[in-house]
């Protein structure tokens, strides 16, 4: 259609245009979801789990994000929404945000340690994560070391199902109800361990309608645990006040939390504490797989809360969360290396001071209208390989320009040397 948005909103320049199609660059993508939202022709759409993979699994765990109870518009129980996947044909629910409270706890815990290097830097967002391994590296040493309550949830759900019940846990699927594509991209490619405990996604979108069908049938039952803290989670401040630290920073909107990074990584923020980095506009009840307006669910959530009691966790449970060795990372969190010019150094080299030579040539417009997102991703695509200086609109003017020239030039040279006829 000749759009430029999503090249021209992805944070990390991992889009391209090339033969009217739009080519995404693996290495560079975060999965943030951005030009998922930006595109007026709906041209992309996040890859998840259909609600039939369930049936896949002899036994079906639903673990609904927070951010699922602010879709809602006339439903302000929470155990109605809870009750409904139930009805769905899941066996158990069990509640990110109650999982969410652990992970709380544990960074409380990790703030007190001395030498705990700061700001510490949320780990619940992949997106974000992603976003630090490939524009933030230096930063990657900031980040909690403690898996998302996506993943304690669901190895908490699967070992309480298999001990009431007495069944295996390979016949167990747990199953997370998303507001985002990136947290389907950590199921299958998890940052900072071996695998994930989850074993899909089903997004919001896909599921909200059945929910609504089943919501208001029946009594519903009693099943929710999680407090007013862990349900705060699916907005914007929710992790960090759960913490109960003053000296932090939330901030949503991936190119929001682009430029605190900036200031970070510039050791300009070096006395704050922690530093609450969301991807998506108001928290995860702005992603984009979510069905309701991002302010109307987060007024939602904050009604919510208030009819929640807040709940800590008791002696016995605090020492449990505190010796469980499994919700820690299991390995280091490694830069993401982008695409280089060259295996070789000195090829490497030789192309980078052509890439210079090229850049400079362009016109410095950043129009997009070529299909890079940058003059400069232009002269890198160009020197990759990918790409031609003619792909430049301003390029192949010129170009055009020059051969009506040399047309016009040359038909009249001509004329002046054609023969009159005796």
């Not at 199921?187 to 996604?201: C, L, M, T, W």
């Not at 007013?228 to 901030?251: F, K, Q």
């Not at 505190?322 to 280091?332: A, D, G, M, P, Y």
């Not at 070529?370 to 792909?391: Q, T, Y």
Request: with cysteine; glycine share 6%.
């Amino acid at each position: 259609m000749g759009c430029t948005n999503c090249i021209k909103r992805c944070p990390t320049e991992a889009i391209r245009v090339r033969d009217g199609k739009a080519v995404i660059i693996k290495e560079r993508c975060i999965d943030c979801g951005e030009c998922i939202l930006v595109c007026p022709y709906h041209a992309k759409t996040a890859v998840t789990d259909p609600l039939s993979a369930i049936n896949n699994y002899r036994y079906k765990i639903a673990l609904p994000a927070p951010s699922l109870y602010g879709q809602f518009k006339n439903i302000d129980d929470i155990d109605k929404v809870l009750s409904a996947l139930i009805e769905l044909g899941f066996d158990d629910v069990y509640e990110v945000a109650r999982a969410a409270e652990y992970v709380s706890y544990l960074v409380r815990e990790t703030l007190k340690k001395p030498g705990c290097k700061k700001p510490l830097i949320s780990s619940a967002c992949p997106a974000v994560v992603r976003l630090i391994q490939v524009r933030f590296p230096e930063l990657i040493g900031n980040i909690v070391r403690i898996a998302s309550p996506m993943e304690i949830g669901a190895q908490l759900a699967r070992d309480r199902f298999c001990r009431d019940h007495g069944v295996s846990p390979d016949e167990v699927g747990v199953f997370f109800i998303t507001p985002c594509a990136a947290k389907m991209t950590s199921i299958r490619n998890p940052i900072g361990n071996e695998k994930s405990y989850v074993n899909g996604a089903i997004s919001m979108l896909e599921i909200y309608r059945h929910i609504l069908e089943r919501a208001d049938k029946g009594e519903a039952k009693k099943l929710q645990r999680a407090g007013s803290s862990g349900v705060r989670w699916a907005i914007t401040n929710g992790e960090s006040r759960s913490l109960g630290v003053e000296n932090y920073l939330a901030v949503d909107g991936i190119h929001n939390v682009i430029s605190v990074l900036e200031e970070i990584e510039n050791n300009k923020l070096a006395d704050l504490d922690y530093f609450e980095g969301l991807n998506c506009v108001g928290g995860c009840v702005g992603g984009p797989l979510t069905f309701e307006n991002s302010y109307v669910a987060n007024s939602r959530i904050r009604r919510l809360v208030k009819g929640i009691e807040s709940k800590a966790l008791d002696e016995a449970e605090a020492e449990y969360v505190k010796s469980n060795t499994r919700w820690k990372l299991e390995k280091n969190i490694m830069e993401k290396t982008v695409l280089k010019l060259d295996t070789d150094i000195e090829a490497a080299i030789k192309k980078m001071k052509e890439l210079e030579v090229i850049n400079a040539s362009l016109p410095g417009l950043d129009c997009g209208s070529c299909g890079s997102p940058s003059c400069r991703a232009l002269a890198e695509d160009i020197v990759r390989g990918d790409a031609s200086e003619l792909d430049c609109i301003f390029k192949l003017r010129e170009k055009v320009k020059k051969l009506a020239r040399e047309m016009i030039e040359l038909s009249e040279k001509q004329i002046h040397t054609r023969k009159e006829p005796d």
